[in-house]
């Protein structure tokens, strides 16, 4: 479903920026018995893709969103919010309705808010995972 925002990625139009929690969290359920350990460490190591680490930064405005004005956050999901501010992305694409009902609420720290969007759905035939030919 995300191949149209993948494919602009490997084009140069844009850079996915991702937290290193991700990492960890394509393993939950059926996806992690599907995919291969090399096909994901692949996919976190092409250029387009900045995964950005899970340090004191992020935490801290993952903690403040918590405390101070989006409680209902849950842990993962604030420190995925807080990478793509520490990141100064200006949208951060989910499935999760709960991230979606924030959109346009969430200050950015330089200037605006955070759109909360879904990816755009495609119909592209390559697996999420598979890393492109370099040719």
């Known amino acids: 479903m995300c191949n149209p925002i993948l494919a602009s990625a490997r084009k140069g139009n844009l850079e996915i920026a991702t937290s290193a929690l991700s990492l960890v969290e394509v393993c939950k359920g059926s996806m992690g018995k ?12 092409n250029s387009y893709v900045l ?8 935490g801290s405005v993952a903690r403040d969103l918590m405390m101070f004005g989006y409680p209902k956050l849950k842990p993962a999901d604030a420190s995925h919010v807080a990478t793509a ?3 100064r992305a200006t949208e951060l ?12 609420e969430i200050p950015r720290l330089d ?3 955070l759109r909360i969007v879904k990816p755009q759905l495609g119909l592209g035939t390559m697996p999420l995972f598979e890393a492109p030919s370099l040719k």
């Open 34 to 45: 599907t995919i291969s350990k090399d096909s994901l460490e692949s996919f976190f190591r």
């Open 85 to 87: 501010l520490v990141a």
């Open 111 to 113: 200037t605006g808010f």
């Open 51 to 58: 995964v950005v680490p899970l340090n004191i930064e992020v």
């Open 93 to 104: 694409h989910t499935f999760d309705d709960a991230l979606l009902n924030l959109n346009n």
